[in-house]
């Protein structure tokens, strides 16, 4: 039974993906458009001349970094959760709308011209927060009406929310002023800004690593859900309890995600998938590996964004849609032959 | 004990009536086929008894207890389900997916134990499935993927099976196989056992007892030999049908105006 899920074989497996992951945190840090000597940063901040490599490497570099990391696994492990519970494997994180939710959040934000902070969150973070959680509850809420069971009026709702307020962000796109707008913009393609509080990715990293681990708990139901309601019914799953925790637990990281760093595509849709080729879909599995190389594949993006043009930085959302989007061809290909020809 | 009864249960959808004042009571250990017209309300009635759905009127008694009353997993320890012939979405293998139906028995621990897995996989040999354990489901026939669906509901160990047109994507030898598995359940290990049918032949080949359902809420009750018969065929689904005998049941021949041996105006 090769394909069966051993607690060995998982362990073995998160290992590998967990080396991987520091490997590339280790080779990003050090990229970047001021080369960074890793052994002379090591020597520590203790000596008396100001060591200039050491405060790049902690101050600026290892929080985005970390930043990068935490976004990518909240993303991925949220295009798991929502591509299992839809059965759909095009939905990503942001399907329920909270992309758009987020997004008039900040934009609300910005031309009001809040400035205050809370928590280390900036204003335009905060109301990209809310923004984000309430358009789920909202979407989740519309979705209930349509009927218990059936995702596809969730979808829907998710689908008509998502352009109705994208809609509303262009009509305040063309009517706000031309300093606001690339702030605004800038975030919309997703960039990591420097984190300015440490705590703030202590509290991001948790929310995170909780998540993860609560779903990994719920792999299994999540494996029968897969199936569709009916099937999943039958084999003694709470539907609707599983359903409302996956969703809430997927839509607070993905909200987190997007309060930190905008909108960065592909990494919730095209991670889940890749890891599902390589190591197969059962989620107790599926769910950990896919946060880990989210988080090394974020990493990497946001250190080509660093370099392709430096000094200036990219937007990391653009790199992820370059790199994704040839990607996800590829996967999209492989999909429809196996409709074709994979069973008779 | 009686395991299931339906006490003068309605139920239907907007204005029409699907399942009028339906009374029935199925014995443990019995085969029952339920046949019909489309929109006569069979698959309905098996969601009633999933638990999907609810009763407009009246109640259904699992062991005495209303159905209602029992949770996900006390229903998932009684009835397992095989659903039509479908391809699922994301690529489980075949012993994955039999093992899922283990998984409500100890919810909250991540992993199967060695349990779990043996009787997985007698319900693989017992459906004759062993032999490509290890294949997605993408990857092997609709009637060898229907057999996993059995075994997976059978490493559900229920007394219960319920059936939605288990066999109606497959052919001949494939359905004829699938009720031979379940009659052969049925008789060693007393399965109850409820199937949603449009095969009337093999209802009378397999099966103890019919529920007809006809539109509009009517149903009859019985054995193959009183509810199938040529006149309530005809009147139920309102075609001309040809009844003759194998050896000891009957069977039927749906005749149309443009059959061959249609019949004299």
């Known amino acids: 039974m090769k394909h069966l899920l051993t607690p060995g074989k998982l362990a073995w497996r998160l290992t590998l993906a967990g080396g991987l992951l520091l490997a590339?945190?280790?080779?990003?840090?050090?990229?970047?458009?001021?080369?960074?000597?890793?052994?002379?940063?090591?020597q520590g901040a203790a000596v008396e001349t100001p060591n200039i490599d050491y405060e790049i490497l902690m101050c600026v570099r290892l929080p985005k970094v970390l930043l990068a990391a935490i976004v990518g696994a909240a993303l991925a492990c949220a295009g798991v959760v929502f591509q299992a519970i839809l059965r759909n494997p095009l939905a990503d994180p942001y399907i329920l709308g909270i992309s758009s939710g987020a997004g008039l959040g900040s934009m609300l934000a910005v031309m009001m011209g809040w400035m205050w902070t809370l928590a280390g969150l900036s204003a335009m973070m905060t109301a990209a927060f809310i923004?984000?959680?309430?358009?789920?509850?909202?979407?989740?809420?519309?979705?209930?009406?349509?009927?218990?069971?059936?995702?596809?009026?969730?979808?829907?709702?998710?689908?008509?929310?998502?352009?109705?307020?994208?809609?509303?962000?262009?009509?305040?796109?063309?009517?706000i002023k031309a300093s606001h707008l690339q702030t605004t913009l800038f975030w919309l393609m997703g960039s990591f800004a420097e984190p300015e509080k440490m705590n703030l990715l202590w509290v991001a990293g948790s929310i995170c690593v909780l998540g993860i681990g609560f779903l990994m708990l719920l792999g299994r139901r999540?494996?029968?859900?897969?199936?569709?309601?009916?099937?999943?019914?039958?084999?003694?799953?709470?539907?609707?309890?599983?359903?409302?925790?996956?969703f809430g637990c997927a839509a607070l990281m993905t909200s987190v995600a997007v309060s930190l760093s905008g909108?960065?595509?592909?990494?919730?849709?095209?991670?889940?998938?890749?890891?599902?080729?390589?190591?197969?879909?059962?989620?107790r599995q599926l769910l950990p590996l896919s946060a880990l190389v989210g988080a090394a594949f974020l990493v990497i993006a946001d250190a080509a964004a660093r370099v392709v043009v430096a000094p200036a930085i990219l937007p990391v959302g653009v790199i992820t849609a370059l790199a994704g989007g040839p990607f996800f061809l590829i996967l999209l290909i492989r999909y429809t032959k196996n409709i074709h020809w994979g069973c008779s | 004990m009686n395991r299931v009864e339906f006490q003068n249960v309605t139920f239907g959808y907007e204005k029409t009536p699907v399942l009028r004042e339906l009374s029935l009571t199925v014995q443990t250990g019995s085969f029952w086929a339920i046949v019909g017209p489309n929109g006569s309300g069979k698959t309905t009635f098996l969601r009633m008894l999933d638990g999907q759905l609810k009763p407009q009127a009246g109640e259904i008694l699992?062991?005495?207890r209303p159905l209602s009353s029992w949770s996900f997993r006390q229903r998932a320890e009684k009835m397992s389900l095989v659903r039509q012939e479908f391809v699922p979405v994301f690529g489980y293998s075949v012993f994955e997916t039999v093992l899922m139906a283990r998984s409500f028995r100890r919810e909250w621990s991540l992993f199967e134990n060695a349990v779990d897995r043996s009787i997985a996989k007698a319900a693989l040999a017992a459906t004759d499935t062993l032999k490509f354990a290890d294949r997605t489901l993408g990857q092997i026939s609709g009637g060898e993927r229907q057999r996993v669906f059995l075994a997976r509901a059978l490493a559900q160990e229920t007394p219960m099976l319920l059936l939605d047109e288990p066999t109606s994507h497959l052919d001949l030898k494939h359905q004829i196989r699938i009720f031979d598995l379940l009659r052969q359940m049925q008789i060693e290990q007393g399965k109850t056992i409820?199937?949603?049918?449009?095969?009337?032949?093999?209802?009378?080949?397999?099966?103890?007892?019919?529920?007809?359902?006809?539109?509009?809420?009517?149903?009859?009750?019985?054995?193959?030999?009183?509810?199938?018969?040529?006149?309530?065929?005809?009147?139920?689904f309102e075609i001309k049908v040809f009844q003759g005998t194998v050896r000891r049941e009957k069977f039927f021949v749906p005749l149309g105006h443009y059959s061959k041996d249609a019949p004299p105006k």
């Open chain 2, 62 to 64: 699992v062991e005495g």
């Open chain 1, 263 to 283: 909108l960065i595509g592909f990494v919730g849709l095209i991670v889940p998938h890749a890891v599902r080729l390589a190591a197969g879909p059962d989620h």
């Open chain 2, 194 to 236: 409820l199937l949603v049918t449009h095969d009337l032949n093999l209802a009378c080949q397999y099966c103890d007892r019919v529920l007809l359902l006809g539109t509009d809420g009517a149903y009859i009750q019985g054995t193959p030999q009183t509810v199938l018969n040529c006149r309530q065929i005809e009147e139920i």
């Open chain 1, 131 to 175: 923004g984000a959680m309430a358009t789920v509850w909202l979407v989740w809420w519309i979705g209930r009406l349509t009927g218990r069971t059936q995702t596809t009026g969730l979808l829907l709702a998710g689908v008509v929310v998502n352009a109705f307020f994208s809609a509303v962000i262009m009509f305040l796109t063309s009517i």
């Open chain 1, 222 to 246: 999540l494996n029968s859900l897969s199936f569709g309601p009916e099937e999943a019914r039958s084999m003694g799953v709470p539907i609707e309890q599983t359903c409302f925790l996956a």
């Open chain 1, 24 to 42: 590339v945190m280790a080779a990003c840090v050090c990229i970047g458009s001021e080369p960074v000597s890793l052994r002379k940063a090591m």
